[in-house]
């Protein structure tokens, strides 16, 4: 499998710019610094210089234009912190840049294996001074705070002074892009400074946010090759330390620069700066051995997340890109999740959306179960200010997770399309339980999951309502962002129902264990509020329409009229930066998968004449305007035997973001997508479904493919699925023994029989 990813000799504008700084950018879940150039770029440039920690934040106003009751009006964003990756070099005085002299070679590598990012070239200066230049980084995955850069310079005909000055800056301020809703409109600098310190030829600047009182420090400290002249200076306006340094470099000859960044902040630490001084003095000198730990710490990590493909080296490469992004973005300490664009950049502010719990948990469940566990312990950290919540929307029970919050508050600015996407808690219950189903993990079941689903259901139960003898849910948005505020969304009923039916099956499954006495007592539980979550479940309202034998999206969506999207000019798109809302919403015109996606995830709602007319029928009228959409059309077309639809709709999915396919990538990567693309793959081409009877598989080759084969984890059991020209292969790779459930037949695989093959069956 191919896991170097390289550009080559490419333009030097601003888009192709910002594109790098995200495809390049380097993470661990903790810590991610987008990929800028060390040496900065011509101010007439606005990339993107950020810096940024999971989960750490400040809270800045977000006034509403009308104050209607409770709307909020604070919101979290994502800070970029300290800048530690700017580093200048000059030769006898003629500053390096991209920008100037000649630059040949010039080579950016993502080594998916080493955990590196590296750009190397060569630079023939106006005087005429030839230097090869590498520049490589690291987040570093076994230490979760640190960051490195190894700037190595060789001289070719070079024979004077090199100065390196290397900066450590506490003054920065955050991206803004006021024509675009998916960004912040204004930059702001949202950290004060509080502390420098010099001490053992380490600077430590310490920093506080404006509001959410949060405090970081970073620790940073060089080590060159060479011997020369050094002196740190500090700048009190730029809360910044500049380590200078200067040496001779002839021909031929070489100066390694290492540079070592801590970071810590007051969410995971009790003293921020003496855990920095302790981490960068267990590391300082020490990059060859981080390099081996990145390198051992990846390859377990790709011996569970195998996946590969025969012959297609693209596909290959694409997989491995966006498995690896995901790992990138993962909060693993249950004190963050994984934002939206990762910790690749500030589209949408660092938020958290559903996109963790509906596209990426399934790719951690299958390849790590301790990392999505990591993610479902978050979201349970913020369970009282989901109750919060709800209470502020007018709820009298229950819990109502925010749709997009850093910390556990609403951060929607906008209603309609945000606080009224209320089937983000049952999203949350859905990853729940499906992390319980393919784990079995009955500690987190009784520990946070049964707490979890028992108050998303009061929730149901308080926002919907009887009419006619059948539960209702009214006035909310469910995932297709271009059709707001309506009754019934059949996608929100669906993932209600769900949620209701397994807060009854969750307590039944716990009953007999003392442990759920006290959360019964805790959450003032009666086996009447258990009926009632069951007569809800039973009773949900899921929309069908007779006249054309499909599920309409919400009650009133037929009644629109269909927006002609095939005389929509091409610039006009995504919609969303072009029409008013109002306009998009009085139409039947969706942004993304809704009713179609309640077929992959609610199995079994529909007989598969409904599901298939109801593709049909949202397919024309999907523009796929955001990331979240295609990889699910593609899931629901394998499993409705469209081969052709599901490989096509798998080609936008898989390589967005590599080729910028939203023209956004330069504003953070699009991690549902990711997840999404992996899903294509195993719950599309493979069939993989986990249910309450089991682990299914139905796989099938794509016709462009001469091979797939991947690895996954279900209740202890490791297995490799093997599908080629002739027929499928599942083996057992571990001792735990498991029954998976294929078309017309399960078969049982132990340590005697550990490996399953079938051939095609003719038609
Ligand atoms: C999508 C949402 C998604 C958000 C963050 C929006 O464009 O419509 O479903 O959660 O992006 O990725």
């Known amino acids: 499998m191919n896991k170097v990813y390289s550009v ?55 006034k509403q234009a009308e104050s209607l009751c409770n709307l909020v009006e604070e919101k979290e964003t994502m800070v970029n912190v300290a800048d530690v990756q ?36 060569q630079w023939s200066s106006p ?42 800056s506490g003054i920065v301020a955050n991206y803004a892009n006021p024509s675009d809703p998916r960004l912040a409109a204004e930059g702001r600098a949202y950290l004060r400074p509080q502390a420098n310190i010099l001490e053992n030829g380490v600077s430590y600047l310490v920093t506080h946010t404006t509001k959410s009182n949060l405090e970081l420090c970073t620790a940073v400290a060089h080590r060159f090759s060479k011997p020369g002249s050094s002196l740190v200076t500090y700048s009190a306006d730029a809360h910044c330390y500049d380590t200078n340094y200067t040496c001779r470099l002839h021909p031929g000859e070489t100066l390694l620069v290492e540079k070592y960044a801590v970071i810590q902040d007051s969410i995971r630490s009790d003293n921020c700066l003496q855990d920095a001084q302790k981490e960068i003095e267990s590391v300082y000198g020490k990059l060859d051995a981080l390099y081996q730990q990145q390198r051992e710490y990846l390859s377990e990590f790709w011996k569970c997340a195998n996946m590969e493909i025969d012959e297609d080296d693209e596909s290959n490469l694409a997989i491995a890109f966006n498995m690896y992004q995901l790992l990138q973005s993962c909060g693993s300490d249950g004190k963050c999740g994984i934002a939206a664009k990762g910790l690749s950049g500030e589209g949408y502010e660092g938020h958290y959306f559903w996109d963790t719990d509906i596209y990426i948990l399934p790719f951690f469940v299958l390849t790590n179960p301790a990392l999505a566990r990591g993610l479902l312990n978050f ?22 997770f925010p749709w997009r919050t ?37 500690e987190y079941l009784i520990k946070e999951g049964a707490e979890i689903l028992i108050e998303t259901a009061r929730l149901w139960c308080d926002v919907g309502n009887w ?8 006035d909310v948005t469910g995932p297709d962002e271009y059709t707001c505020i309506v009754n019934n969304n059949y996608y929100t009923n669906a993932c209600a129902k769900y949620n209701l039916n397994w807060a009854v099956k969750a307590a039944n499954i716990l009953r007999k264990m003392d442990a759920f006495q006290a959360l019964a007592d805790k959450l003032a539980l009666r086996d009447a509020e258990l009926d009632e979550f069951q007569r809800a479940a039973d009773a949900m309202y899921l929309p069908y329409n007779e006249k054309l034998g499909i599920n309409p999206q919400d009650d009133s969506f037929l009644q629109k009229p269909i927006w002609d999207l095939k005389n929509t000019p091409k610039e006009n798109f995504p919609l ?19 009713t179609v996606l309640a077929y992959y995830l609610f199995d079994g709602l529909e007989d598969r004449e409904t599901v298939a007319r109801s593709f049909a029928y949202y397919e024309p009228i999907t523009t796929h305007d955001s990331s979240l959409s295609t990889c699910i059309f593609s899931i629901v077309a394998s499993s409705l035997g469209e081969k052709e639809k599901a490989w096509n709709y798998f080609g936008s999915s898989i390589t967005l973001d590599l080729q910028n396919k939203h023209g956004n990538t330069g504003d953070g990567i699009h991690t549902a997508n990711m997840g999404g693309s992996y899903m294509v793959i195993v719950n599309g081409f493979a069939g993989v479904r986990i249910q309450e009877d089991g682990l299914h598989m139905a796989p099938y080759l794509p016709a462009a493919w001469s091979g797939y084969r991947f690895q996954m984890q279900y209740r202890g059991s490791s297995l490799e ?39 095609w069956q003719e038609g």
């Open 406 to 442: 850093i910390h556990g508050k609403e951060c929607s600015g906008y209603f309609p399309s945000g606080t009224a996407q209320y089937h983000i808690t049952g999203d949350i219950a859905y990853a729940a339980v499906k992390y319980y189903l393919a784990t079995g993990d009955t």
């Open 721 to 759: 699925l093997s599908v080629h020209k002739t027929g499928y292969c599942i083996s057992l790779l571990n001792d735990v023994p498991v029954t998976i459930l294929l078309p017309g037949t399960s078969i049982v695989l132990d340590r005697k029989a550990s490996e399953y093959v079938q051939a």
């Open 467 to 474: 009419n006619d003898g059948k539960f209702m849910i009214n």
């Open 379 to 400: 979201r349970y950290s913020t369970l009282d200010a989901a109750r919060e919540n709800a209470k502020l929307v007018g709820h009298q029970r229950g819990a109502l």
């Open 8 to 62: 080559e000799d490419f333009p030097l504008d601003e888009k192709t710019m910002m594109l790098h700084e995200t495809l390049f950018h380097n993470a661990n879940g903790y810590i991610g610094v987008r990929g800028t150039l060390e040496e900065g770029v011509p101010q007439e440039y606005n990339t993107m210089r950020g810096t940024y920690v999971n989960g750490f934040y400040d809270v800045i106003p977000m």
């Open 127 to 168: 005087h005429g001074h030839e230097v090869q230049i590498q520049f490589c980084r690291m987040a570093s995955f076994t230490h979760k705070s640190v960051f490195t850069i190894a700037c190595k310079v060789t001289s070719l005909n070079f024979d004077g002074e090199l100065t390196v000055s290397s900066k450590h």
């Open 86 to 121: 700017t580093m200048h070099l000059s030769f006898d005085g003629e500053t390096f840049s991209l920008f100037s002299g000649e630059i040949t070679n010039l080579i950016r590598t993502l080594d998916m294996e080493a955990g590196t990012t590296t750009r190397s070239m």
């Open 576 to 594: 969303l930066l072009h029409y008013h809302p109002l306009v998009l919403y009085r139409h039947q015109v969706c942004k993304q998968a809704d």
